[in-house]
């Protein structure tokens, strides 16, 4: 359903974009988003796109993350400049109900290092 990739090594202070391939029907029909789990830590919100283009981020990566969405290649993206080390973790991208803001479905996950 979810393919996420663009995961890398960068230092601090650097730029990354992930990208996550979806089907049609569900890039039409989810609110797409994405999370991150950092080593022992709990999986946590990172952004989020409505179907309506509506935009939604946490408090920790506003203004330095962009979400955006592709409809004609069913791909929405996550751009990650001025990273921090504290950014590292396996993002995953995630399908969420529209209505209930469940997740419905999620991405393999990509791993992003930041190194100081």
């Known amino acids: 359903q979810l393919q996420a990739s663009g995961g890398g090594l960068v230092q601090a202070g650097g730029s990354l974009r992930l990208s996550c391939k979806a089907s049609?029907?569900?890039?039409?029909?989810?609110?797409m988003g994405w999370f991150r789990q950092a080593p022992e830590k709990e999986r946590e919100f990172v952004a989020a796109?409505?179907?309506?283009?509506?935009?939604y981020y946490a408090d920790s990566v506003k203004g330095r993350f962009t979400i955006s969405r592709d409809n004609a290649k069913n791909t929405i993206y996550l751009q990650m400049n001025s990273l921090k080390p504290e950014d590292t973790a396996v993002y995953y991208c995630a399908a969420r109900d529209p209505l209930t803001q469940e997740v419905k479905y999620w991405g393999q996950g990509t791993l992003v290092t930041v190194s100081s």
């Open positions: 049609a029907r569900t890039s039409s029909n989810y609110t």
């Open positions: 796109i409505f179907m309506s283009g509506t935009t």
